[in-house]
């Protein structure tokens, strides 16, 4: 079983829509979070990290997690098409990332 | 960004000979990771460092070995390379309590 698990899509949504990406981890005693976004051939940058259950905002990115299911979850309200990227989840302990979830955002 | 710098940010190689690639960061964080990223598979943790030659193994260690005898430096060997290790290479550093990983440019190796 793979530490940390994600779709890869792609999940297409039309503009101004919410786009849901999830991810899953295996070890139950992982505490914290991070979601990155990486455009084709650039590096990844962070949106944001989270460690307490519950959601986290910030802009038009909410970032939820539980921690019982084991599941993170990144929220994108009002969909642009610039979003259009790769978005990763990782666990802090190690920096172990998914395999990224490919959002497609349509004018 | 941490300054976080990889060199060479391409190269060919062939089959067989040794490549070593380098990251070097201008801050002083405690943690340094090497990726490689294939298409479908997302970013696989190769190497990790917690501290000047403290060394562990990531998800896909096999064919490559790494050391950090500097705070600034981690390098990545590849001592024969193959084919597959053709791929897009990434080093990244944090801090220690660090809410915040960053990335270098990434290195292009194609081994022929």
């Known amino acids: 079983q793979k530490e940390v698990e994600q779709n890869s899509g792609p999940l297409s949504v039309p503009e101004g829509a919410i786009a849901s990406l999830n991810c899953t981890y295996s070890d139950r005693g992982s505490q914290s979070f991070f979601w990155y976004r990486q455009y084709s051939g650039k590096s990844p940058e962070l949106i944001m990290f989270?460690?307490?259950?519950g959601d986290k905002e910030d802009g038009r990115f909410t970032a939820q997690l539980n921690k019982a299911s084991q599941y993170v979850s990144l929220l994108i309200r009002d969909s642009q098409p610039s979003d259009s990227a790769t978005y990763l989840c990782?666990?802090?302990?190690?920096?172990?990332f998914g395999t990224g979830t490919r959002l497609l955002v349509s004018p | 960004d941490a300054g976080i710098t990889q060199s060479p940010r391409h190269k060919v190689t062939e089959t067989g000979t040794p490549v070593t690639l380098r990251c070097h960061q201008t801050e002083n964080h405690r943690y340094m990771y090497w990726y490689r990223q294939d298409p479908g598979h997302g970013l696989r943790l190769i190497h990790y460092?917690?501290?000047?030659?403290?060394?562990d193994k990531g998800e896909v260690s096999d064919g490559y070995s790494v050391s950090r005898s500097k705070t600034e430096d981690f390098l990545l060997t590849l001592e024969s390379a193959t084919s597959s290790q053709t791929s897009v290479y990434f080093c990244a550093n944090r801090a220690e309590g660090g809410t915040e990983a960053f990335f270098g440019q990434g290195t292009r190796l194609t081994v022929v």
């Open positions: 460092s917690y501290g000047v030659k403290d060394t």
């Open positions: 990782a666990v802090k302990a190690r920096l172990v």
């Open positions: 989270i460690y307490s259950n």
